[in-house]
């Protein structure tokens, strides 16, 4: 697909300024296109920019937005029609009142990043942009995204199937992240998705060779329960003493500060996050990045997140546990070490294991991998260049 000088619409909930995949797809297309962005924050003095409607009814704490959300997602729930469920859909999401904005019109490409927004991106071309593209980013399996709630599975899990139903086979092109996340909308959909891992660009970056007293390991993301940080905790107050753990952690504070208090070794420190521009740069100097993830989910069982890959371009060594998808890459590459179980002695035992021999030998497997796993190589899956 060649993209130059079109009409595009980049669709994403949460905040695209922040979010790798949309941000750095953004500022690819803002190259010779004009870009129109939606989503639930606008960028500061850029006209292209669109906030989403409604973002309190989606975040907000408060009793009367619960209250109403729960309402809206009941009337949805047993709802026989389909187009109902679409016009709550709009209000949940907040593009209602978006579908006839002046300038959402005439689009040569929308891409869509949430599934949530997708009945909006088919709107937008049967409405009045018939011939746009759409491509559909599908980051996660989410007809089972948070299967591990009751609340989800309620009130989501159907709903989010019948849009998968209804509009992925008719997309240009579906994207996802790993293997086993193709394999599923694959068998679910009958679709062929492409995998396009969620990799930064290039980064020419050195080999740490130097030897500390420390194994500086790191950690950096968004602070979800689901993910169980306090185990990475655990493994690293059980491992020998010349390990250090640094975490970079956004999101949930609540679950942020719970877990600042159980941490009992002075070698293990939450930090305040840094701008997604600056993460290989912080953590260029660390020497192991953790990417820990037991399979609570199915979601999380086919992970192959963004962290993963600026480990790789910011040449560390990774360890992980046995994840499928990880371990593909860590054994191809020789660029990590993974324990044998998805428990706490195992991660311990295969961390204990390490030597600075390894440590380098895994750091010089990363410096070959990102030659490969980069986003100038990804986005050739979708666009010609």
Same mark, same amino acid.
């Given at each position: ?36 962005v ?49 016009f ?29 927004l ?42 989010r ?77 059980k ?9 970079? @952690?956004?999101?949930? !504070? %609540? ?5 600042? =208090?159980?941490?009992?070794? #002075? /070698?293990?420190?939450? &930090? ?45 060594a ?25 428990c ?14 390894? @440590?380098?030998a895994? !750091? %010089? ?5 990102? =030659?490969?796993?980069?986003? #100038? /190589?990804?986005?050739? &899956?979708?666009?010609?260049?």
């Open positions: 697909m060649e993209v130059l000088s079109k009409k595009i619409l980049v669709a994403s909930l949460g905040d695209s300024n922040s979010d790798p995949r949309p941000k750095r797809l953004i500022e690819y297309l803002k190259k010779g296109n004009e870009v129109y939606l989503s639930d924050h606008s960028k500061v003095n850029d006209a292209n920019f669109y906030k989403l409607d409604f973002v309190q009814l989606r975040f907000g704490s408060s009793i009367i937005f619960k209250i109403i959300r729960l309402i809206l997602l009941i009337v949805r729930k047993f709802s026989f029609f389909d187009f109902f469920r679409d709550i859909n709009g209000i949940l999401h907040g593009y209602i009142f978006k579908k006839n904005y002046p300038n959402m019109s005439n689009f040569d490409l929308i891409v869509c990043h949430d599934l949530s997708i009945d909006f991106a088919f709107h937008l071309k049967d409405k009045n942009s018939k011939t746009a593209k759409i491509i559909f980013d599908a980051r996660e399996f989410y007809p089972k995204q948070f299967e591990d709630s009751f609340f989800f599975r309620l009130f989501h899990g159907k709903e199937d019948r849009l998968c139903k209804k509009y992925l086979r008719r997309c240009e092109k579906v994207l996802t992240v790993s293997d086993g996340l193709c394999e599923a909308y694959r068998n679910s959909y009958s679709l062929k998705p492409v995998v396009m891992h969620s990799a930064p660009k290039f980064h020419e970056q050195e080999v740490n060779y130097q030897k500390n007293d420390f194994i500086r390991a790191v950690h950096h993301g968004v602070a979800n329960k689901n993910r169980q940080i306090e185990k990475m905790i655990k493994i690293f107050e491992c020998e003493s010349r390990y250090s753990l640094d975490l970079f @952690l956004t999101g949930n !504070k %609540e679950y942020i500060n719970s877990l600042s =208090k159980i941490i009992k070794s #002075e /070698n293990i420190r939450i &930090k305040d996050p840094v701008e997604l521009d600056q993460i290989i740069q912080t953590i260029k100097n660390y020497d192991l990045g953790i990417c820990y993830f037991e399979p609570k989910t199915f979601n999380l069982k086919h992970c192959l997140p963004n962290k993963f890959f600026e480990y790789i371009q910011s040449r560390l990774i360890f992980s546990g046995p994840s499928e998808e990880m371990i593909k890459i860590i054994d191809e590459y020789n660029c990590g070490i993974y324990s044998k179980e998805f706490i002695d195992s991660c311990v035992s295969a961390l204990n294991s390490l030597d600075f021999e390894k @440590l380098i895994f !750091k %010089e497997g990363s410096d070959n991998a990102a =030659k490969k796993y980069n986003f #100038e /190589n990804e986005i050739v &899956k979708i666009f010609n260049t």
